[in-house]
């Protein structure tokens, strides 16, 4: 069985499948399935495969080259049955694979660990002799006492992570430079982690679904830390299993954490769309902008109008969000590692590798500093199963390519420097599910060509093999060298200073880190390189000396002091986000020193100011307003943007005369407004209120939305609604409540009911609180069938897809094929009328359609034929994250039938199959219900003929 990486979605809850030996096209030359297409520099070799194990989902590399794979066999039996495919009844496994004989492949596999409560882990770490092992609800740590490569003991090192038998769950554990661990878990909440010295995090989202058991979550959840967490987390623990601390925050499923010898922390993120998939620096404290700041709403509720998805998706217009980085399109983005060695050559030496199951490669990134952040636009296809003279080649035309069952699940580095990619290898990814029943998988060992790459033997027993350790190209190697250099103390402070000069910048950077946990003398060595010439060692001397450890509790305040006025706006960023914790009083100052650096361009510096100022908004917003003149054309753009990001309450007229000033830019105007729109104070509310009311029609249309928008969340309670903006129900509305009314009304015969229902059943309105009466049991027995012979035909496509969870369809259905379309020729002009009559309506191709359901524009990227026409004819077999639809009845009645995209606690926000969103007072909420039925409705009742559906796919798979 195949793990689901991520589910993506497609047409409101698409399965991603690509059925095999249906298509009989001849491809267009004979392919290799083993072959992998790299620089001409490098060779792959197929190190290890199936039957040595199955199905890997993470894996490490310890000192001795071995490569350790987490299986996930038994992965969501409750969609896949176990009769179905190879099971484990003793749980899942660990596997070390070795290569006794030197001969560069794997010829020896052991099982580390079978153990029954390992349902699917999704990470591993090799940390000496103890084993930390991912799988919700706990991280795990299994340790070999004797060295026989059998776990005897086990521990629960953490506990609390939702996501049980889920692929948005807790992820693997890495050691940092720092001597602390560092891992990830997504946004399969709600995650309540106590760590060993009693502090709580507390984390959620209005995320539920995926499994039976992600029913309860919730977002706004405080944590001891007394801030609001939420989605997926990116987390740093001590090895001791104390100072538990968030280190960002808001992700869907980051699936892996990349993090450098500098410290800094890279990742990747799947979407919930086909046009969002990211990798993204981060900064410590950083929000990365999935859900709403307090995760009661998805990125759908937010969308502003006129934002594109990739914008709206990860919140990019938004006030205290960070950079997105690079925006890789359609995938599902697994393993991620810093590539530090000199093995492969120093043309390879600080790339970024990240994994891409659904595109079949592994990216490559060069890591190149700019301003504040990191220039991630140079996203190169560095390993893959496809050529790169093959672009043209339509692969989603061929259905029976083995080349797309390359699904690389993570990328490693060994202490050999060689490159390893455990690939999961099946015909599809996502949707839970899998078509691989054997549960074979491969590993690929990339080396230089020609050249015979050796593990170096450890030797832990002198300070000269301890620094070898420390400079290994594998990561959590790297950890047995600084653990034990440590140990020494002070006495090892001046070996471990020569690494200062090495000519690896990364080696230099592990020394600074080591140095500064050796005793006064190493840190005063440390100090030392807060002066280096580069700014690469400057910062990580200024993270190391402010990271607490097991003896230090570093004062902060002089280290920001001294580099406050620092030439690199990298290490002002850091300077910046070490401020949020330092009181107002000395914070403040060093904050608007830090803001006179600022360029007016550099995204990353902005977000890092926001977080340095969190919880110190009101004094900085005074200084600020202070150095303006309220006259609107005086407009300083630089100072502008530091008020919208900080949106303090002091900014309320500043923003409301820029927003009203007509001689300012479109541009600036819009960001005025969305500062007034985040600016959380009864007299901000009122103020967008009054500017609705403008004579400026585009200025009140955008008011407008503001209002209407946070009236249903951070203004819910700001002021009262029903006084500033009295909503009255129409006439017909008020009509059909009426008819409920006589629905419900034991007094009225079964023949006036029968007749009132019928009518009810032609209209839209009148449809959804018949379905609504159904769902909570109170529609009349003896009206049934007379609305089911009606209510197929109501004009509102969701109320036909509803109805039939509670009434029976008059007529047979027929059986739709996908081989009979499959082998019918398919006309891509027709093929776009199909869409524009039957599919525009939810989603958008190109410039057409709406953006109620995902987009499609570049699904040709991810399906191929037979996929694509899997999810059309089956549009329930797997519902996507977030479009699981709900069906609300409010205490009047009414009901709404639609995606929640927000959920808090004054009220509730239902996107409706139109597109429009309906706020909720959560006070006036009779009943909810989640569906497991796709909003969108299958091929049959849609009416389309076979030749249709052929036509449809050929357009949307054409390139």
């Not at 509310?685 to 585009?698: F, G």
Request: aromatic residues 8%; hydrophobic residues 35%.
């Amino acid at each position: 069985m195949k793990l689901t990486l991520f589910t993506l979605p497609l047409l409101a809850g698409w399965l991603w499948s690509s059925p095999t030996n249906v298509s009989q096209r001849v491809q267009p030359e004979p392919v290799d399935p083993n072959k992998l297409y790299l620089p001409d520099d490098l060779e792959a070799t197929l190190w290890a495969e199936g039957p040595m194990f199955y199905n890997p989902t993470n894996m490490d590399l310890d000192a001795r080259g071995r490569v350790w794979i987490t299986e996930a066999v038994d992965y969501r039996d409750f969609n896949n049955k176990p009769d179905t495919h190879l099971t484990h009844p003793n749980g899942e496994r660990v596997m070390i694979l070795e290569d006794t004989d030197h001969d560069g492949k794997a010829d020896k596999s052991t099982v580390f660990v079978e153990d029954k409560e390992l349902v699917s882990p999704l990470g591993i770490a090799v940390l000496g002799n103890k084993v930390y092992v991912s799988c919700a609800p706990n991280l795990v740590v299994y340790t070999d006492e004797n060295g026989d490569d059998k776990a005897d003991k086990k521990e629960i090192f953490l506990t609390g992570f939702g996501g049980l038998d889920h692929d948005h769950s807790l992820h693997a554990l890495v050691a940092g430079p720092d001597g602390n661990y560092y891992f990830n878990t997504g946004n399969a909440g709600p995650h309540h982690v106590t760590d060993k010295a009693g502090w709580t995090l507390r984390s959620g989202s209005l995320y539920v679904g995926g499994t039976p058991y992600n029913k309860l979550n919730k977002g706004n959840q405080v944590s001891d830390d007394g801030r609001v967490w939420v989605g997926g987390l990116a987390l740093r623990i001590r090895p001791d299993g104390t100072g538990l601390k968030v280190m960002a925050h808001n992700f869907r499923n980051n699936y892996e954490t990349a993090i450098d010898s500098y410290g800094n922390l890279f990742q990747n993120d799947n979407d919930d769309q086909v046009v969002s998939c990211r990798t993204s620096f981060l900064m410590e404290g950083a929000n990365a902008g999935y859900f709403s700041s307090d995760g009661t709403r998805y990125w759908q509720a937010d969308q502003r109008p006129g934002q594109t998805i990739p914008t709206a998706h990860w919140h990019q217009q938004d006030p205290g969000v960070m950079p997105v980085g690079d925006i890789s399109g359609a995938g599902s983005p697994t393993g991620v590692v810093v590539y530090e060695g000199d093995e492969l050559g120093g043309g390879y030496r600080g790339t970024l590798l990240s994994a891409e199951a659904g595109r079949n490669v592994i990216f490559g990134y060069t890591l190149n500093p700019q301003g504040a952040g990191y220039d991630l636009s140079n996203r190169r296809d560095l390993i893959s199963t496809f050529p790169k003279v093959d672009e043209n080649y339509k692969w989603n035309d061929v259905d029976d390519d083995p080349r797309k069952w390359f699904r690389p699940s993570d990328v490693s580095v060994g202490p050999d420097g060689a490159i390893y990619i455990a690939d999961w290898y099946d015909p599809i990814v996502g949707g839970h599910a899998m078509h691989d029943k054997k549960g074979y998988g491969r590993i690929f060992r990339i080396t230089p060509k020609g050249k015979n790459l050796v593990v170096p033997k450890l030797n832990l027993s002198n300070t000269k093999g301890q620094l070898a350790a420390l400079q290994s190209p594998a990561i959590n190697v790297r950890l047995l060298g600084f653990n034990a250099l440590r140990a020494q103390g002070d006495k090892v402070a001046k070996p471990v200073a020569a690494l200062l000069n090495a000519p690896n910048p990364y080696h230099r950077a592990r020394a600074i880190w080591l140095l500064s946990q050796l005793g006064p003398q190493g840190r005063e060595l440390a100090a030392k390189a807060m002066t280096n010439a580069d700014p690469q060692l400057r910062l990580t001397a200024f993270r190391a000396l402010k990271t607490p450890f097991s003896y230090v509790v570093p004062n902060v305040l002089p280290l920001c002091q001294q580099l406050v006025n620092d030439p690199s706006p990298a290490v002002r960023r850091e300077v910046a986000i070490a401020l949020r914790d330092v009181p107002a009083p000395q914070a403040v100052p060093l904050l608007m020193t830090l803001m006179n650096g600022y360029d007016g361009k550099d995204r990353y510096y902005l977000a890092a100011l926001g977080i340095g100022a969190q919880g110190k908004e009101s004094p900085i917003g005074q200084s600020i307003t202070a150095q303006l003149s309220p006259d609107p054309a005086s407009w300083n753009a630089k100072l502008a943007d530091l008020l919208w990001e900080l949106h303090p309450a002091e900014a309320t007229d500043l923003f409301t005369k820029w927003a009203g000033n007509p001689t300012l830019t479109t541009d600036a105007r819009q960001q005025a407004l969305t500062g007034l729109g985040f600016v959380r104070t009864p007299m901000a509310a009122r103020a967008m209120v009054e500017l609705a009311k403008s004579t400026d029609t585009t200025l009140a249309k955008q008011a407008a939305y503001w209002v209407n928008f946070r009236r249903g969340n951070d203004w819910a309670t700001l002021v009262n609604w029903d006084e500033l903006m009295p909503n009255k129900l129409s006439d017909a509305e008020q009509q059909l409540l009426a008819q409920r009314q006589q629905l419900l009304d034991e007094y009225v015969s079964v023949a006036d009911k029968t007749k009132v229902a019928v009518g009810m059943a032609r209209t839209a309105e009148g449809g959804k609180i018949l379905v609504g009466l159904a769902a909570d049991g109170k529609l009349p027995k003896g009206v049934t069938g007379a609305v089911a012979d009606v209510i197929f035909n109501n004009p509102d496509q969701s109320v036909r897809t509803m109805a039939g969870d509670y009434f029976t369809k008059p007529g047979a259905s027929r059986t739709v094929s996908i081989r009979q379309i499959a082998s019918l020729s398919g006309d891509a002009i027709a093929g776009k009328t199909v869409f524009s009559t039957n599919c525009a309506t939810c989603h958008k191709h190109g410039p057409s359609g709406a953006e109620i359901g995902p987009e499609l524009t570049k699904i040709h990227e991810k399906f191929d034929r037979n996929g694509l026409l899997d999810a059309i004819i089956n549009p329930s077999a797997a519902l996507a994250f977030g479009y699981e639809p709900w069906l609300i009845t409010t205490k009047n009645g009414q009901t709404y039938y639609g995606f929640l995209i927000s959920d808090g606690a004054q009220a509730i926000v239902v996107k409706d199959a139109a597109g429009q969103k309906h706020t909720l007072a959560t006070a006036q909420i009779a009943s909810r219900k989640q569906y497991t039925t796709s909003l969108m409705p299958d091929p049959v009742s849609m009416g389309l003929t076979d030749q249709q559906l052929a036509d449809l796919s050929a357009f949307l798979l054409k390139r």
